[in-house]
């Protein structure tokens, strides 16, 4: 009788542990870390190599610089008034902005501020170091840096890896012990960023404000200055500016900071872009609350407006236009629209030139009130880039197969120059 007490409680214990049993499924992300130590140390300059897509041209008396997120500076040689070659690549591996002036070149690397000698570009070399500053002045876009034991060394947490966790769920087993799993990824450092992660973090670059180099700190514009040989750091100083940010939370975190037209526009990552007037220091313009805007430049006629490169459905952008009151703040908008597009520049004084892969496309601004404004295309050329600049009257484009200058003396027919 006892044994078939027992065989009857193996037995329906059997039966309710396969008839409770189901498949157990979880995606847990785990940290990834990125030990710097080797990467952000120095930069290496390197033979000229072809770029993809380019961000962003600066220039001095003598060169052409052009920048490649998360890789690096082109150089590019002036042998003319029309003409450049290539020189050396400075290699810079997380690098998200930069900006000229004289022999010095501002970049980021990761969360540092760099100066970089460029008096020779084949003997580039890191003249001043600003550990983590782009960490400073991030706050929402911050990267995290924890000091991790292991390698006795501070690293920078970059994103996380997705691991499938499966086991079986029963009556008397409900959760599978994953902890083998976790000992493992506890500690998941890299060398260098994976190509399948995007890291947007920390934001913030540089304007180069008339020779003035700015860069962001608190609610005001830092101005970098260098000179040679002089003071502390070899007389590298960052001050505050007299251009304070009123409505500075409202657009963080700030991923581009540049200068066009006497306007320096700060773009916010979520949403919102601030214009100030260079020319009138203590006038503001909130032009417009848009995310991911891209690109902007600011036309005179009609007054106080403004033209904004805008994401509106991945891939494409569309230009929006806005005139905005100086007391009232009010806004009108001008649409257009444009695919592809990479930047903009103004022209004249309601005239923009946009710039996509494949095409350089002329738009007029047709002013009729307040209410009833549009952006019309006047004409499109076949010459296409992934950056310009616009220098009198030449403009200099950057493409996969380098530097192509063109005559924009007459929009009715731009033309390469020979």
């Not at 769920?169 to 083998?180: G, K, L, N, R, V």
Request: proline share 5%; hydrophobic share 35%.
């Amino acid at each position: 009788m006892a044994l078939l007490l027992v065989l009857v409680a193996c037995e329906d214990k059997f039966e309710i542990t396969n008839r409770y049993s189901r498949p157990y499924f979880l995606i847990k992300g785990y940290p990834i870390y990125l030990d710097p130590r080797e990467i952000l140390v120095e930069i290496q300059v390197k033979p000229s190599i072809p770029f993809d897509a380019a961000f962003k041209i600066a220039s001095n008396e003598k060169y052409f610089f052009i920048g490649e997120k998360m890789k690096g500076i082109h150089v590019y040689e002036k042998t003319g008034e029309s003409r450049a070659r290539p020189l050396c690549f400075i290699e810079c591996k997380y690098i998200k902005a930069f900006d000229v002036e004289g022999n010095n070149l501002y970049c980021n690397n990761f969360t540092d501020l760099l100066v970089i000698d460029v008096e020779n570009p084949l003997q580039a070399k890191i003249k001043n170091r600003v550990n983590e500053y782009f960490n400073n002045y991030s706050y929402s876009s911050y990267m995290p840096v924890i000091y991790n034991q292991s390698i006795n060394a501070y690293v920078y947490e970059i994103g996380l890896i997705p691991i499938v966790l499966t086991g079986t769920e029963t009556e008397y087993d409900p959760a599978p012990d994953f902890s083998e799993y976790d000992e493992l990824y506890e500690n998941f450092i890299v060398n260098e960023i994976p190509d399948t992660i995007i890291v947007d973090m920390p934001f913030v670059g540089f304007a180069n404000v008339e020779g003035n180099i700015f860069t962001l700190g608190g609610d005001n514009l830092i101005q970098c200055s260098y000179t040679d040989g002089y003071g502390y750091n070899n007389g590298f100083t960052m001050s505050p500016s007299d251009f304070y940010i009123p409505n500075y939370e409202s657009v963080m975190p700030i991923d581009n900071l540049q200068y066009k037209d006497g306007m320096i526009f700060l773009h916010g990552y979520y949403r919102g872009v601030i214009g100030l007037d260079y020319n009138k220091i203590n006038t503001q313009y909130n032009g417009i609350f848009l995310d991911k805007v891209k690109d902007a430049v600011s036309i005179k006629e009609p007054v106080n407006s403004f033209v904004f490169l805008h994401r509106f459905l991945y891939p494409d952008f569309f230009l929006l236009g806005s005139i905005v009151d100086e007391y009232y703040n009010s806004i009108t908008y001008i649409h257009g629209n444009i695919s592809d597009a990479t930047s903009l520049i103004s022209i004249n004084d309601d005239t923009i030139l946009a710039l996509s892969s494949h095409s350089i496309t002329l738009y007029s601004v047709v002013y009729q009130d307040m209410w009833n404004s549009s952006l019309r295309q006047e004409k499109q050329y076949p010459f296409g880039g992934s950056s310009m600049l616009k220098d009198g009257d030449r403009l200099i484009v950057a493409n996969p197969q380098g530097l192509f200058f063109y005559d924009i003396s007459n929009l009715e027919n731009i033309v390469p120059i020979p």
